[in-house]
């Protein structure tokens, strides 16, 4: 037979013989016999694990691994070596949703440290851990400002990553709801945009920080506009730069929301990563996704348990104020993992170089004439310089050399031709840094 | 280190570390530089452990969890398959893991031909045109396909669909996603039988109708028979038809959905193509459509010119339903177990996990109530105990296998009955272990007559017993924050 599957002859013969029948065609016999399906699927034949192992290798290979100098939603940052061992553990890998907490405590009590920990970062009251990834987390966030207002206008910054704008954007066009945007300035979400725009239709107000130019934004007056209107001010941020950035909290957000991949997950592609969501504790009614409480159990020993269900689908069915059914718990467990790890020490730590690495780019790049800035604007670890070059041939140029980099914006929107991107981490050392200086310098 | 339960901030320790940093090699600049009003006043409350610290707390509370590596796992309509080794293996290597998202397709084409040859190993095997596999889980494949659905019909100009039918054995996300993607519900009941009532479709179909959501075998475990007549009449009034793949598995090798006449679904790749299910998630949920509907799909779809594969964006799409291309690794997954399996294997599935539910369902007919007679598919549901009468519920035998060491079934779901018990075995578990499980119901149906007081208690061996829940959602602790205020 086959590894997977322990059936033997002799455990068939006496399996049918249980159920009365000689063939276990029988078992499908309802089956309109127009739609069976009676020959093999066209697909490749079974591959041992030696054939498998050398297939996968091969399509690797395919790949090119290179050094990573750019960013824009996901961050080559450290991934201590400790995570992936505690995040293989089949208890955390092979369990699904914790609906018997008497067997899930593992899980219920790292997502309650979760919680704890991206609830401090984010400087909100409470969090849930289901979100896919910071885009969907953006607009799970705007359907929370839908409930809560009852209004049906979304007003998003300019500033914000595109790839968040468009997942934003379709998810309002399918449940009805508008999405106006905030015009910037200087690369910065701009109050007096805001004040006009302000009206008794805008259920919410969209920004990002660091946005998509790595401008950290000033938002001095922004909450008291948006409350004074009786709207929602949702703000979305990489999560590893609010271990030094201002918190939504601190700037009187309603809900905070973004990526987590930069706490200890590797850029893989795209995915998965894990998406964050915070609010205050007044609307965690309206909140999407699983949420664990503490509790005790029958003899008072502290425990923890899936609480406020009643906001879910599988119990408000179409109802529910959201459908997420997911809980990214083993995402979670890398984040938490990572900031156990990393601690309030470990976290700075990786801004500062990392923000030390970036501004010591940008000086030396624009010190080579080849780079113009763009804004003047404070920034952390990634940052848009303007370029007279041309873009395709920067990239081949790095490319060659083993270096991803220079992004070029005007592939997100026409509008950024020749404005390219840079991000370094703690990751990178001076010795690298300067090689892509010297490569970059060396173009004409 | 027995009962172990702290939290790690409660062993936390100022002035410890877990990590180490290179030192910077580059002076001027100094991040205190930023102003003062862009930087965060609190220093966020994080644990200060060393590294064995990290390891021996998440490893103690490991041992609170049960997976599908410690034991019997019959957890319905959630399809708890082993999740095979080769699989972690082949998605922790490294010519996966460090290609950022946005190098260019000339660095990533061993990927993006796992995509495109994914999605078109996925078509086959349900029948259908084409896949994205950028949503992340199933629901949000369901909304990624209802987008799917809503798109169709304006691009058509027929703006009047604005409905949906939902079977009320459907799964609850169903309606919640036809909700978030703007549409009504028209619930149907189903029959005494479990299948779709074809005269309460007949009265529910109109000219206002944008289709069906419809899972095939139902949550009952039972094949709608009627489904040829189903697909038609629901076509015939103009409607499409959506299937909710999360009981695909008992289909392979059997039936495709795309010749049932379904028009787009999702397939939940943790489930059926076995990728771990990690607590919860990280999922995977492809979408598949039949030709005339792959316009729509979100972008960016994969598609492939002369050996050469690239990204695509195409104007009369939904748009973007992810910020990347899905969870990469979870579909890596999948595509290495489906190679694994090949065509020789996977057709077995869908027979192997439909005998082994037939056979759990047969051995415990005297036990618990089976509302519905006959074969199920690769789940059977019980209403509870046949014997009632010392009042322990369908909870209560939950409980009471965990002491037993073995997962309890989904309980309560669905909906129908008033003690569901839904048992899916899948077709990786032996029958040795399908006897010990039946042999263990069986005790706990005895226990419940010889001693109810006893199973109202269960579990009694866990690191737990029951848990208060009301206590949970009345006072809302939801951080260590809210705790130590709670016990100040």
């Known amino acids: 037979m086959f590894k997977y599957f322990p059936h033997t002859e002799a455990d068939l013969t006496q399996m049918k013989q249980s159920l009365g029948i000689k063939n276990t065609e029988r078992m499908f016999q309802v089956i309109p016999s127009a739609v069976r399906f009676n020959q093999d699927y066209n697909i490749p034949s079974s591959l041992s694990e030696i054939e498998l192992r050398k297939h996968m290798e091969e399509l690797g290979k395919l ?73 969907t987390a953006t607009a799970e966030a705007m359907f929370m400002a839908e409930a809560i207002t009852k209004r049906k206008k979304i007003l998003v910054s300019d500033t914000v990553n595109p790839n968040i704008m468009s997942v934003v954007k379709t998810y309002a066009k399918y449940k009805g709801l508008e999405v106006d945007i905030l015009i910037s300035k200087d690369g910065s979400a701009n109050i007096e945009s805001l004040k006009n725009k302000l009206d008794d239709t805008i259920a919410g107000v969209i920004v990002q920080r660091p946005n998509f130019f790595g401008i950290i934004e000033n938002y001095d007056g922004f909450s008291k506009l948006i409350h004074d209107n009786d709207s929602v001010f949702i703000i979305n941020g990489d999560i590893s730069a609010l ?71 599988h119990i408000r069915r179409e109802k529910a ?14 984040a938490t993992v990572y900031l156990s790890l990393m601690g309030p020490k470990g976290l700075k730590q990786v801004n500062e170089l990392s923000y030390t690495g970036a501004h010591y780019l940008y000086d030396q790049l624009i010190a080579t004439g080849k780079f113009k800035p763009v804004f003047n604007k404070p920034f952390l670890k990634e940052f848009v310089l303007h370029t007279h070059l041309n873009v395709e041939m920067i990239q081949k140029h790095l490319s060659d050399h083993g270096i991803f980099g220079a992004v070029n914006l005007g592939d997100f929107d026409e509008k950024y031709q020749n404005v390219v991107n840079f991000c370094v981490t703690e990751k990178r050392s001076k010795a690298e840094i300067n090689h892509l200086v010297s490569l970059l310098g060396g173009l004409s | 280190m027995k009962n172990y339960d702290h939290l790690i901030f409660e062993i936390s320790v100022p002035g410890r570390v877990g990590f180490t940093l290179p030192n910077s090699e580059i002076s001027g600049y100094n991040l205190s530089s930023l102003d003062a009003s862009l930087l965060r006043k609190e220093v966020p409350a994080l644990p200060e452990v060393s590294e064995l610290d990290v390891i021996r707390h998440y490893t103690n509370i490991s041992h609170k969890n049960f997976g599908v590596e410690t034991g019997f796992y019959p957890l319905g309509s959630c399809t708890m398959k082993y999740n095979p080794k080769i699989n972690e293996e082949i998605a922790a290597m490294k010519a996966f893991n460090s290609i950022h998202p946005l190098q260019k397709a000339s660095d990533t084409q061993g990927i993006l031909r796992i995509y495109y040859e994914l999605q078109s190993m996925l078509s086959e095997i349900s029948g259908l045109h084409s896949y994205t596999l950028n ?23 027929d703006f009047k669909r604005t409905k949906v039918i939902v079977p009320d054995s459907a799964h609850g996300t ?61 076509h015939e009034a103009g409607g499409l038809m959506y299937y909710d793949g999360a009981n695909l598995n008992a289909l392979l090798g059997i039936v495709r959905p795309g010749d049932m006449g379904f028009d787009i679904m999702h397939i939940n790749l943790h489930k059926t193509f076995s990728t771990p299910h990690g607590g919860g998630g990280p999922g995977s949920g492809p979408v598949g459509v039949k030709e ?176 208060d829940e009301v206590y949970a959602a009345k006072k809302m602790i939801l951080t260590y924050k809210d705790y130590l205020k709670e016990n100040q």
């Open chain 1, 63 to 135: 790949n090119q691994s290179k050094m990573i100098f750019s960013g824009l939603g996901a961050y080559d940052h450290y991934e201590p070596s400790v995570i992936n061992h505690i995040v293989s553990r089949q208890e955390f890998l092979t369990s699904y949703t914790p609906y018997q907490p008497e067997i899930s405590q593992g899980t219920l009590t790292y997502i309650f440290e979760y919680q704890s920990m991206i609830s401090s970062l984010t400087g909100m009251d409470v969090s849930n851990a289901s979100m896919y990834d910071g885009p």
């Open chain 1, 243 to 313: 271990g030094v950035i201002k918190t939504p909290g601190e700037e009187d957000a309603d809900i905070a929301c973004g990526d987590c991949q930069s706490l200890g997950m590797p850029v893989a592609f795209g995915g998965p990563y894990l998406g964050y969501l915070t609010t205050k504790k007044q609307h965690v009614r309206k909140m999407p996704g699983r949420i664990c409480g503490q509790s005790f159990d029958r003899n008072h020993v502290r425990s923890f348990v899936l609480t406020l269900q009643a906001r879910e689908q």
């Open chain 1, 321 to 334: 104020n959201s459908n997420i059914c997911s809980n990214q718990s083993l995402l979670a467990l890398y």
């Open chain 2, 135 to 157: 949503p992340f889980a199933g629901a949000h494949g369901e909304l990624t396909g209802l987008m799917i659905m809503k798109e169709y019909h304006l691009q058509r100009g």
């Open chain 2, 174 to 234: 169903n309606p919640a996603s036809a909700t978030i993607c703007g549409f009504d519900i028209i619930e149907i009941e189903s029959t005494p039988e479990g299948t779709v009532d074809l005269e309460q479709l007949k009265a529910a179909l109109s000219d206002e109708v944008a289709g069906m959501m419809l899972t095939n075998p139902n949550t009952l475990g039972i094949f709608e028979k009627d489904i040829i007549e189903i697909s038609r009449l629901v």
């Open chain 2, 292 to 467: 005339f509907l792959v316009p729509y799909l979100p972008n960016p779809q994969i598609n492939k010119l002369d050996n050469h594969y690239f990204l695509d964006w195409n104007k009369d799409s939904i748009g973007s339903v992810s910020g990347f291309y899905g969870n990469f690794k979870v579909w890596l997954r999948a595509y290495v177990y489906i190679m694994t399996l090949g065509k020789e294997n996977l057709r077995q599935v869908g027979c192997l996990s439909t005998l082994n539910a037939n056979y759990v369902r047969v051995h415990l007919e005297e036990e618990f109530n089976l509302p519905i007679k006959g074969f199920s598919m690769h789940e059977c549901v019980f209403d509870g105990l046949k014997d009632q009468s010392t009042g322990v519920t369908t909870l209560d035998v939950a409980k009471r296998l965990l002491d037993y060491g073995v997962h309890a079934p989904t309980i309560y779901f669905p909906l129908l009955f008033h003690q569901s018990i839904m048992i899916e075995p899948t077709e990786t578990e032996s029958k040795q272990t399908l006897d010990s499980f039946i042999e263990v119901m069986k005790k706990v149906a005895k226990e419940a007559i010889t001693d109810p007081q006893m199973m109202k208690l269960a579990p009694h061996t866990t690191p737990i017993s029951r848990i």
